[in-house]
T-cell receptor, first 113, second 110 residues
Framework: DAKTTQPTSMDCAEGRAANLPCNHS???????VYWYRQIHSQGPQYIIH???NNETNEMASLIITEDRKSSTLILPHATLRDTAVYYC??????????????FGQGTELSVKP | DAGVTQSPTHLIKTRGQQVTLRCSPK?????VSWYQQALGQGPQFIFQ???????QRGNFPDRFSGHQFPNYSSELNVNALLLGDSALYLC?????????FGEGSRLTVL
């Protein structure tokens, strides 16, 4: 699985968009980009994933560059409850890989009033 | 629909003891994975169970073992506990898609 690089920490004002970058320059053609977040002392929570097209769901949007070497997770209107560590993970989404995620250090996002 | 449930939520053991942690997967999920998360670190993959067999394993010693039951629930066993085994142990379940995590079992080894 390819490695990812994320900033250690970021701040965002409440109500503004939070844009979290991730570099994955060694990503393979069959690897997806996944985002999880972990609020303090809770289990990680799935946010979104994508292969090469931009994706949007009720929680966030995922923008993947055309060369797939980087991506950005966008929380359109950050709230205080979005304060968490955000993990960007790349992995092959096949059945026998279902359980294994390689977490890095993640980005600690602080949403401030 | 209950999500992934883990028990116990907190426990304290002493060095050399053995511990068993339990996990019930989300309804309809047949694959269970276990992770160890030390303080300030991201979760580390321990192993994955599917059809009652260990299918993948991370870089953990044989002191870490597991089991999956016919109802897909799972146990994680750690023998000969070391101080360094103190961590949050997370269970995740999946079925052909993204993983859903439980809230974890926090183990303290004294």
């Amino acid at each position: 699985d390819a490695k990812t690089t994320q900033p250690t920490s970021m701040d965002c004002a409440e109500g503004r968009a939070a844009n979290l970058p991730c570099n994955h320059s060694t990503i393979s053609g069959n690897e997806y980009v996944y985002w999880y977040r972990q609020i303090h002392s809770q289990g990680p929570q799935y946010i979104i994933h994508g292969l090469k097209n931009n994706e949007t769901n009720e929680m966030a949007s995922l923008i993947i560059t055309e060369d797939r070497k980087s991506s950005t997770l966008i929380l359109p209107h950050a709230t205080l409850r979005d304060t968490a560590v955000y993990y960007c993970i790349v992995r092959v989404a096949t059945y026998n890989q279902g359980g294994k995620l390689i977490f890095g250090q993640g980005t600690e996002l602080s949403v401030k009033p | 629909d209950a999500g992934v449930t883990q028990s116990p939520t907190h426990l304290i053991k002493t060095r050399g003891q053995q511990v068993t942690l339990r996990c019930s997967p989300k309804s309809g999920h047949d694959t269970v994975s276990w992770y160890q998360q030390a303080l300030g670190q991201g979760p580390q993959f321990i192993f994955q169970y599917y059809e009652e067999e260990e299918r993948q394993r991370g870089n953990f010693p044989d002191r870490f073992s597991g089991h999956q039951f016919p109802n897909y629930s799972s146990e994680l066993n750690v023998n000969a506990l070391l101080l360094g085994d103190s961590a949050l142990y997370l269970c995740a379940s999946s079925y052909l898609g993204e993983l859903f995590f439980g809230e974890g079992s926090r183990l303290t080894v004294l």
